[in-house]
């Protein structure tokens, strides 16, 4: 696989800091809604790529500030249906779609395969949410999209913050340091 199979899924420009500009790739916007449109008006309107590479920023409550990690298993962290009797996480009256979408059978140079929240909302408190590695705001969009249209996916996350009181402060800090990091781990999707 060569960087042409490949499209590179982003929520704003400040996390790649115009430095993937020899790569396709989409900005989406923030947000479930706007990543599940820009991909699907993408793949629809463009090309079907064999691999779609989400890199964005993350918070966690474990891993250091300033660390990529892949994320290869996707959960929606505020869908909460449980009052109708779903687990949390869980979309109601969907059929044959896992609650976790798992992509971990593709071989990554940094084969952490951690799981990945995502909700509509910037985590400073992780008291209300779901056990994640790592909390987002699109990766899970994007994986259902690609689960759906069956197409490979990884996700990529810089953490910037460690989901406390100084998230956001620490997330403006911190939103384009990681786009270095990630170019040496697309040396290996290039070259696959």
Not at 8 to 22: H, N, R, S, W, Y
Not at 89 to 116: R, V, W
Request: hydrophobic letters at 35%; glycine letters at 6%.
């Amino acid at each position: 696989m060569n960087r042409e199979d490949i499209l590179i899924v982003c929520a704003l420009e400040q996390e790649t800091a115009g430095k993937l500009d020899d790569w396709n790739i989409i900005y989406t916007g923030c947000g479930k809604v706007n990543a599940t449109y820009e991909l699907t008006k993408e793949i629809n309107s463009v090309f079907i790529p064999k691999l779609v590479i989400n890199f964005g920023t993350a918070g966690s409550r474990e891993i250091p500030i300033h660390t990529l990690v892949d994320c290869t298993q996707f959960i929606q962290r505020d869908m909460d249906k449980t009052a109708l009797g779903f687990a949390r996480g869980e979309t109601a009256f969907e059929n044959n779609i896992p609650m976790i979408l798992d992509f971990s059978k593709l071989y990554n140079p940094l084969a952490h395969q951690l799981t990945c929240g995502t909700g509509d909302n910037f985590v400073q408190d992780i008291s209300k949410e779901t056990d994640c590695d790592v909390f987002d705001m699109e990766a899970y969009a994007l994986a259902k999209v690609c689960y759906k249209t069956s197409i490979d996916f990884i996700s990529y996350k810089y953490i910037t913050d460690n989901v406390n009181e100084k998230s956001a402060d620490d997330w403006k800090e911190n939103c384009s340091k990681g786009v270095e990091e990630f170019k040496k781990v697309l040396k290996y999707h290039d070259n696959f």
